[in-house]
């Protein structure tokens, strides 16, 4: 049996911003706007690590190598932290910062 080729049937990508979706949702939904708040700490925790490990101009292999742990064990820090599934330990934050020559900082401020 031979293959046909659809001459109808090129690529056309859709563009996607997460972003404006996640923005739309918040405004359009109160569920999404309510799980989104919830876990507002755990993505501002996660883009705080991210940040920081740019500025320090690493890759997770050598942040990883610098921890003493392996590049897989570091992705699952960083992909964990914003799904609550298992968060990182202070200890392992402070070794993660430590590793970009950072000192880890927590701060509790009164809710508006």
Known sequence: MKATQR???T??????????QA?????TSPVFADAWDQLSDEF????QLLMARKRAGLTQAQ????????QSALA???STLASKS?????????KYAQALGCKLELKMVPQV
């Open 23 to 27: 923005a739309q949702l918040r405004k």
């Open 63 to 70: 942040v990883a190598e610098l921890m003493g742990v392996k």
């Open 44 to 47: 501002e925790a996660l883009d």
């Open 7 to 9: 001459d109808d049937m």
């Open 76 to 78: 699952r820090v960083e």
């Open 11 to 20: 690529y056309a990508p859709v563009p996607f911003d997460p972003k404006a």
């Open 86 to 94: 298992h968060p990182p330990s202070l200890t392992t934050l402070r």
